[in-house]
């Protein structure tokens, strides 16, 4: 079993259900011999020191470990909202001291863990390449882009990214190198816009009052949290394309609306799956 532990204030049992399936639909999508799994802790990371962090990470592993739930042929957690190479060190090391210190492939409990403690090169991007390759191949294609009114490529397309971190900011970057422009980023605290397309070095960019998901664009990339498309806000989206870089960003009753305005989606379990092609290499 595989899939991404998270600390976030919104974790509740029935997300985490919700989040391992799509994780079993993404590690199938992607032809990953693995099933999905989910872990979270009802925590905002921001509110805890260093310290308290780790205490609360290792302690979590220990119980997994005492239920024989973390080991590299059972469950292989990776990062997620607010966790990363870090929380995953920690957890690997306790395993390395506990039941796995016999083990010479103990290292392998975790993926997403620093390059200099047994991690591959790449991981830590390979979301945001995979929402991009999925983004380049669909608009490479003829057909879709004809549909969308649109000429095929990616280069000069405008997008507004959803979050600016691990996923969103690596989408960003692959997007920049084919050509696309960056026209807005929202984040938690606030968002900015250039409508020309210059956001990378925030030249000329300034902050947008008004609701960024709402603005025309060609390329809109939910890329932070579930549900920010909703009934609510789908009817109002102006954006041709929606990629999902997040977990289930788009809810059933928006989707509905998004297909009714001719807006295509492409899923989270294909467009977000880039990380899954890297779990048997890092393991």
Same mark, same amino acid.
């Given at each position: 079993m595989?899939?991404?532990?998270r600390?976030?204030?919104?974790?509740?049992?029935?997300e985490?259900?919700?989040?391992?399936?799509?994780?079993?639909?993404?590690?199938a999508?992607?032809?990953?011999p693995?099933g999905?799994?989910?872990a979270?802790?009802?925590?905002d990371?921001?509110?805890y020191? !260093?310290l308290?962090l780790?205490? /609360?990470?290792? &302690?979590?592993a220990l119980e997994?470990i005492?239920k024989g739930f973390? =080991?590299?042929?059972?469950?292989?957690p990776?990062?997620?909202m607010?966790t990363g190479?870090r929380?995953?060190?920690?957890?690997m090391?306790?395993?390395?001291?506990?039941l796995?210190?016999?083990?010479?492939?103990?290292h392998?409990?975790v993926t997403?863990k620093p390059i200099?403690?047994?991690?591959?090169?790449?991981?830590g991007?390979a979301?945001?390449?995979?929402?991009f390759?999925?983004?380049e191949?669909?608009?490479d294609?003829?057909?879709?882009m004809?549909? !969308?009114s649109?000429?095929?490529? /990616?280069k000069d &397309?405008?997008?507004i990214l959803?979050?600016?971190g691990?996923?969103? =900011?690596?989408?960003?970057?692959y997007?920049h190198?084919?050509g696309?422009k960056?026209i807005g980023i929202?984040?938690i605290?606030?968002?900015?816009?250039n409508?020309?397309g210059s956001?990378?070095?925030f030249p000329g960019?300034?902050k947008?009052?008004g609701d960024?998901?709402?603005?025309e664009?060609?390329?809109?990339?939910?890329?932070?949290?579930?549900?920010v498309i909703?009934?609510d806000?789908a009817?109002?989206i102006?954006?041709?394309l929606v990629?999902?870089?997040?977990n289930g960003?788009?809810?059933?009753a928006?989707?509905?609306?998004?297909?009714?305005?001719?807006i295509?989606?492409?899923p989270?379990?294909?467009?977000?799956?880039?990380?899954r092609?890297?779990?048997?290499?890092?393991?």
């Amino acid at each position: 079993m595989h899939g991404g532990l998270r600390y976030s204030e919104d974790v509740n049992a029935d997300e985490v259900r919700a989040l391992s399936a799509i994780m079993t639909f993404k590690c199938a999508a992607v032809d990953v011999p693995y099933g999905g799994a989910k872990a979270g802790i009802k925590i905002d990371p921001r509110k805890y020191s !260093l310290l308290e962090l780790e205490k /609360i990470t290792r &302690k979590f592993a220990l119980e997994l470990i005492k239920k024989g739930f973390l =080991s590299p042929g059972v469950d292989v957690p990776a990062p997620d909202m607010g966790t990363g190479e870090r929380e995953m060190a920690w957890m690997m090391d306790t395993y390395s001291k506990t039941l796995g210190y016999q083990d010479m492939n103990s290292h392998g409990c975790v993926t997403g863990k620093p390059i200099n403690q047994g991690g591959i090169h790449g991981r830590g991007s390979a979301t945001g390449r995979g929402v991009f390759h999925a983004t380049e191949h669909f608009m490479d294609n003829e057909c879709y882009m004809e549909f !969308l009114s649109m000429k095929p490529g /990616i280069k000069d &397309k405008t997008f507004i990214l959803q979050g600016y971190g691990n996923v969103g =900011s690596h989408t960003h970057r692959y997007y920049h190198r084919a050509g696309a422009k960056c026209i807005g980023i929202i984040e938690i605290d606030g968002s900015i816009f250039n409508e020309k397309g210059s956001i990378v070095g925030f030249p000329g960019a300034k902050k947008y009052d008004g609701d960024l998901f709402e603005h025309e664009c060609d390329i809109l990339v939910p890329a932070a949290k579930e549900k920010v498309i909703t009934k609510d806000n789908a009817g109002k989206i102006k954006a041709k394309l929606v990629v999902e870089g997040a977990n289930g960003p788009t809810t059933p009753a928006a989707d509905k609306i998004l297909m009714e305005k001719k807006i295509i989606v492409i899923p989270d379990i294909l467009a977000n799956s880039g990380g899954r092609n890297m779990i048997c290499l890092v393991k």
